[in-house]
């Protein structure tokens, strides 16, 4: 789905559900991660997670679009706009939109660590991406002194 089919069924789904014209932008936003959608109050326009749709269709997606335009319609007329405010659990229920989207499946970067430390007192071990000075640092756990050991 490109961004101009997404701002079409959203404003498809204003007028339907809101009797109300949608004037603002919709996007898809490929660094959200944890939401399924925010609706931005400076410039009242909504992101959306690709990757939401990309794993649960279609159904999923016109959820999240119902929450973020209560959102929007509740913050332009000046009513309750927020997840705890009565006039937007009224309208999330009456349109039928999600409370809480599914969760999405990870993606995130698997970053190997390149150094592991071993406490010489306590055998604590630490893994690390950068490199250490072992003659400035000592374990946080025992304050002993730190010994580079290969990670495998």
Avoid at 13 to 36: A, D, E, P, Y
Avoid at 84 to 107: A, M, N, T
């Amino acid at each position: 789905m490109t961004n101009e089919e997404l701002q079409k069924l959203t404003e498809e789904i204003s007028i339907q559900f809101f009797n109300k014209m949608f004037r603002h932008q919709v996007r898809f936003n490929r660094r959200l991660r944890t939401t399924g959608g925010r609706y931005l109050l400076r410039s009242h326009d909504i992101e959306m997670n690709p990757h939401l749709y990309e794993a649960f269709g279609m159904e999923e997606l016109i959820g999240v679009i119902k929450h973020e335009l209560v959102h929007y319609h509740m913050h332009i007329e000046g009513r309750g706009y927020k997840h705890g405010d009565d006039d937007f659990k009224y309208w999330l229920h009456k349109v039928g939109g999600s409370r809480f989207c599914q969760s999405i499946p990870e993606k995130r970067r698997t970053e190997s660590y390149k150094y592991a430390y071993l406490c010489t007192d306590c055998m604590q071990s630490y893994k690390r991406k950068r490199k250490i000075d072992t003659k400035r640092y000592v374990c946080g756990k025992c304050r002993g002194k730190l010994k580079q050991v290969s990670l495998k």
